[in-house]
């Protein structure tokens, strides 16, 4: 029987998630009670990288440690002159062995259309073979005159990759993506 938390989804849904899918999706299980967005925990996507940071360093991925340059996980999109980096963007993880590219969103992810700017960066980015974006199920916070405002941030994820992968005019570079709502 497969766990309920956290929800996730395999793009292109024809094909069987990798093994390293297990790996993400238990550590996500195991953090459940600092990170579940059902439970009213909001927490920014930096902090929700610092609670997995150790478990995804243990399964060999290099993690974003903070903000600053040399804190940073950065990932060539161009080579220039001598070979130095004339293009690059940051992600919050990646794991070499596999190409794995990882980031983690919270509110903005999709009204701040984070998820759109995710799958273009690591598009981009070379030895990119998965992208894994992890957001919330759902996302709460204040809208107009203070009322409460609740976003499903991974429903709509969701929708977005399969409208992605149904239509065929669009097509990303990459052997899977794994979208986790956590």
Same mark, same amino acid.
Request: glycine residues 6%; without cysteine; aromatic residues 10%.
């Given at each position: 029987? +497969?766990?309920?938390?956290?929800?996730?989804?395999?793009?292109?849904?024809?094909?069987?998630?990798?093994?390293?899918?297990?790996?993400?999706?238990?550590?996500?299980?195991?953090?459940?009670?600092?990170?579940? &967005?059902?439970?009213?925990?909001? @927490? @920014?996507?930096?902090? +929700?990288?610092?609670?997995?940071?150790?478990?995804?360093?243990?399964?060999? $991925?290099? +993690?974003?440690?903070?903000?600053?340059?040399?804190?940073?996980?950065?990932?060539? +999109?161009? $080579?220039?002159?001598?070979?130095? $980096?004339?293009? *690059?963007?940051?992600?919050?993880?990646?794991?070499?062995?596999?190409?794995?590219?990882?980031?983690?969103? !919270?509110?903005?992810?999709?009204?701040?259309?984070?998820?759109?700017?995710?799958?273009?960066?690591?598009?981009?980015?070379?030895?990119? @073979?998965?992208?894994?974006?992890?957001?919330? =199920?759902?996302?709460?916070?204040?809208? !107009?005159?203070?009322?409460?405002?609740?976003?499903?941030?991974?429903?709509?994820? *969701?929708?977005?990759?399969?409208?992605? $992968?149904?239509?065929?005019? =669009? &097509?990303?570079?990459?052997?899977?993506?794994?979208?986790?709502?956590?």
């Amino acid at each position: 029987m +497969v766990a309920d938390y956290p929800r996730f989804v395999f793009f292109p849904m024809a094909k069987r998630p990798p093994g390293w899918t297990n790996d993400i999706l238990e550590l996500l299980r195991k953090n459940r009670d600092k990170i579940d &967005t059902t439970r009213r925990l909001q @927490k @920014k996507s930096d902090e +929700v990288l610092s609670i997995i940071r150790p478990d995804l360093t243990n399964i060999k $991925f290099t +993690v974003e440690k903070g903000k600053r340059n040399e804190d940073k996980i950065i990932r060539p +999109v161009l $080579f220039g002159e001598m070979g130095v $980096f004339a293009h *690059k963007y940051d992600i919050d993880a990646f794991r070499e062995d596999d190409g794995i590219m990882l980031e983690v969103e !919270a509110g903005r992810a999709i009204k701040g259309n984070a998820i759109y700017r995710d799958l273009i960066h690591m598009s981009l980015m070379v030895d990119a @073979k998965y992208a894994v974006i992890a957001m919330p =199920l759902s996302y709460k916070h204040k809208g !107009a005159k203070s009322a409460l405002v609740e976003v499903a941030s991974y429903e709509t994820g *969701k929708r977005l990759l399969e409208a992605i $992968f149904a239509s065929q005019r =669009l &097509t990303l570079p990459f052997d899977g993506i794994l979208l986790i709502g956590y």
